[in-house]
């Protein structure tokens, strides 16, 4: 056992973008360092689809062409659901995922911050360089407007769409949507200040990774995306549907610092209220929450009720993002509250 608790970090200068993993397997990952140039190559890149041994978290694109998206996600919601903070870095063009636009580099990273009060901050960084490495640290993000810490302890295991972390196993929630969730639940600490207004809470946190051969939002039609910590348990539901119509569930659910299940297909996710259809449509409106329901075997049947509060992100009729409020636990046992963060992208 290299630490007790895996922690994570990131720290973000003005100009070079360094993530800092650290903490899972510590002592059997090799400390390797990627540098993400803010350019782009000519050409076929190598994506990595079934794992090995390469640490979580590494990029699994052997460089960034035109049209290859890949990102790494970090989340936080306060408890009382007043308060969160996102920050996404990206290496990607414009033409590989559309909504980060063009920043003139390769390396952007994407901060929102959610204020008590229900304003949104949003402010979107260029990098001239990303540098991917395996080490120990604090986390400091520092940039023009921005400032202060956002740092992530896990209290549940790494995973990968439908397996736990262990080489020969998929690396594809579905067809060229590359996903591997290092830390599916944590307690987060943030400590911001976007431009004089101190932002802070202790909350629940979470980090994850994307990445695909093609534009993210050519690949997919449509998916819900969530997670929540609801008493003991940990629950992350990735629920897509395929161009061909296929729909591949993710089912991710732990507690008490073990997984119960990581799994294909073991859950349902469910919309309820205003625009409940499902699976959704491009131009479809916002359902008022999802119902999620993952069959843990002998421990029984989990049940959470997902109801939005606060809109983080939008891009009307395409994508929503929400602070939302969990309800739920055990069919038949004790029922627990939680803070969630969840999505839909509704693309055809
Ligand atoms: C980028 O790499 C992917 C994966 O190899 C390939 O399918 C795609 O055609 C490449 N894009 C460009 C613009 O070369
Ligand atoms: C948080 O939200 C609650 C309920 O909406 C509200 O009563 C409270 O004043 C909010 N806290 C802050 C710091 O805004
Ligand atoms: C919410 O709080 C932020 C930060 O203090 C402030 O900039 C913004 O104007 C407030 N919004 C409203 C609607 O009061
Ligand atoms: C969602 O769950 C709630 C609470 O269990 C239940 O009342 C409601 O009927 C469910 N809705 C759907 C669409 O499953």
């Not at 989340?75 to 996404?88: E, K, R, W």
């Not at 395996?134 to 407007?145: E, I, Q, V, W, Y």
């Not at 101190?198 to 690949?219: C, K, M, R």
Request: charged fraction near 15%; glycine fraction near 8%; proline fraction near 7%.
């Amino acid at each position: 056992m290299a630490h007790s608790k895996p922690h994570y970090s990131f720290f973000l200068l003005s100009h070079v973008l360094i993530a800092i993993f650290c903490g899972v397997n510590a002592s059997s990952i090799p400390s390797t360092t990627r540098i993400i140039p803010s350019t782009t190559v000519t050409g076929p890149v190598t994506v990595q689809t079934v794992s090995d041994n390469t640490p979580i978290n590494f990029p699994k694109l052997s460089a960034v062409n035109d049209t290859t998206p890949e990102f790494w996600f970090f989340a936080a919601v306060s408890p009382d659901l007043n308060a969160s903070a996102t920050v996404t870095f990206f290496t990607t063009t414009e033409d590989g995922f559309e909504f980060v636009g063009d920043s003139g580099s390769v390396d952007t990273v994407l901060v929102q911050i959610t204020f008590p009060n229900g304003t949104s901050f949003s402010t979107e960084l260029a990098a001239s360089e990303a540098v991917i490495t395996s080490s120990t640290g604090d986390l400091t993000d520092t940039a023009d407007d921005v400032s202060g810490s956002i740092s992530i302890t896990a209290i549940a295991p790494p995973h990968y769409p439908f397996s736990p972390v262990e080489p020969g196993q998929t690396l594809e929630v579905a067809p060229n949507l590359g996903w591997e969730n290092a830390v599916p639940g944590a307690t987060a600490n943030v400590k911001v200040n976007i431009q004089g207004t101190p932002v802070e809470f202790t909350g629940i946190g979470y980090q994850d990774h994307n990445w695909s051969p093609a534009p993210f939002l050519s690949i997919f039609s449509s998916y819900y995306w969530g997670l929540t910590q609801l008493g003991p348990y940990t629950l992350v539901w990735f629920d897509v549907f395929d161009l061909s119509g296929v729909e591949h569930v993710s089912s991710y659910v732990a507690a008490n610092g073990a997984i119960i299940v990581a799994e294909k297909g073991s859950n349902t996710v469910v919309p309820f209220g205003a625009n409940d259809e499902f699976p959704p449509h491009a131009g479809d409106g916002d359902p008022t929450g999802f119902n999620i329901t993952v069959d843990l075997g002998k421990e029984g049947i989990l049940e959470a009720t997902v109801t939005a509060e606060v809109v983080l992100a939008e891009v009307e009729g395409l994508f929503t993002r929400w602070i939302s409020k969990a309800e739920g636990g055990i069919k038949g046992g004790t029922q627990y509250e939680g803070p969630a963060m969840n999505e839909e992208f509704r693309l055809t």
